[in-house]
């Protein structure tokens, strides 16, 4: 059984390229969730797959240390969760082809235009996310924003690594075109409309 420590794991930890080998203890497929807040579509995809690892980041204390409880309570050894900024992280640290799946559910929109350069999809992010990926591995995001929505499909779209694919894939956890991530059930009841899309990386 892991402890809390072990599944929140301290970023200084992990040296300046992560080994995602060495941080789960084990080769396997590995998704990588960026913003995962409470943890709860990760809680999800870990029990369904014990057979590959999964990464959430997520920069608010609260919600990290909420999700690493979480993960601890159920007792899972397929996760790991890093409390650092994502972007950075992506572009800067993580080795390439390494990932089996990204996925980012309501990344914050930052609707102010002074604010747009905060957001977490820009050029060089999304190149690095299509680096990042293995071979067929896939990028998978969703947001209630109507306008950031369609700068990541503009900028995915143009990427000559990533091809349109399907968002309803049941295996990685987006049957019936649901996350089931907090904010997707909150502004669904709301009555928001929620934009989804997926790629392969070629
Ligand atoms: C709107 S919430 C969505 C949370 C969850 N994905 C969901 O759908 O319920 C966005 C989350 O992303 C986190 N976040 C935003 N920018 C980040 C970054 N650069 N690195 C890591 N986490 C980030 C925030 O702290 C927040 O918890």
Redesign the pocket.
Known sequence: MLTLTDIAVATEAIGDRADLAALFGRAAPTEL??????G??LLRQARAHPERNYLG????NK??RFAADRMARWGLTNVRL????????VIHRLPVGCLAAL???????WPKKRHHK?R?FNAAFVDAAARALAQGGRLAV?TDHAGYFEVIVNLASAHPMLAPAPFVDDEFGTANER?E??????YEREGRPIFRAAWRRR
Not at 33 to 38: R, S
Not at 181 to 186: D, F, G, P, Q, S
């Open positions: 969730e960026i913003g995962c807040g409470k709860g579509f980041i997520e920069w608010a919600f990290h890093l409390r650092t900024d994502a972007r950075h992280f996925h980012v559910y309501h990344p914050d929109p905060r977490l969703q996350t991530t907090n904010y997707e059930i909150k």
